[in-house]
């Protein structure tokens, strides 16, 4: 079991910033990644979608032996996981906005956080800020339209530049000191939002704190590969957006088009 692959998934190409930092940590591990582009963006789908689609998005990864799937999506843990978990017998680390450390470090008591709508409606998050807001404003906002750029390569338009200034300009009036990304695909924006936020607001994105929690999970089930040799690592989308996933990526990784 311990070579066999972990799965991650996500609603498109945005989780491999999640992949990123897990191969970073763990680069003797073998991975497969699940980009569900075609029904990409999940965020504004019910729940019940949601669930549907990432429970076959984990059958496709189980079926292909992953020992541990990361289900690198907000969106799909904030509605989904608590049915994965209860519905298949391999463990699951997932990802959810990170509030804690932006409210328990906050100077100015405003914290940002950009997520989806699924996201921020869902009872998984509304529970967390319950647990952390006291004392602190909470601004946040729904990336409308911003996965569909990223998933069509157009992280650099003028576009995107003109919703990421409209999402931010509360957030600024607020004076947020915080700005959490509650959404896979943003940490590719960073770039962006530099240029619009003030240097002394700093942004969170949740994939380091994934990482170790995907060590420790392996660790506790005497599952991490203890594998010296190269690693191997398999991309799929479904939809007609490999080359945008292989920029994405930076290097020379095999991602291919799967009809799934
Ligand atoms: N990467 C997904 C997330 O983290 C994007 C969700 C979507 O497809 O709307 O929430």
Known sequence: ???????????????????????????NENTIYLADSKHAPYGPKGEAKII?????????LLSEGC????????????????????RFNVPFIGIEPAIKPAALQTKTKAIGVLATKGTLSSHLFHRTTDLYS????????????????VESGNIE???MQDLLKRYMEPMLKANIDYLVLGCTHYPYL?????????????????????AKQTKAILETNQLLSLSKTNASHQFYTNANNV??????LAGDFNVSYLDF
């Open 134 to 149: 006291n004392g602190i404003t909470i601004i946040e906002r729904v990336g409308e339209g911003i996965v569909p750029l």
């Open 52 to 60: 549907e689609l990432s429970i076959k998005n984990t059958e496709f």
């Open 1 to 27: 079991m311990k070579k066999h692959p972990i799965g991650l998934f996500d609603s498109g190409v945005g989780g491999t910033s999640i992949w990123k930092a897990i191969n970073t940590l763990l680069p």
């Open 67 to 86: 020992k541990l799937i990361v289900v690198a999506c907000n969106t799909a843990t904030t509605n989904a996981i608590k049915v994965l978990r209860e």
């Open 157 to 159: 338009s003028k576009i």
């Open 243 to 248: 080359s945008v996933m292989a920029d994405l």
């Open 190 to 210: 960073i770039p962006q939002l530099t240029k619009i936020l003030p240097q002394h607001i700093k942004i969170i994105d949740s994939g380091e704190a994934v």
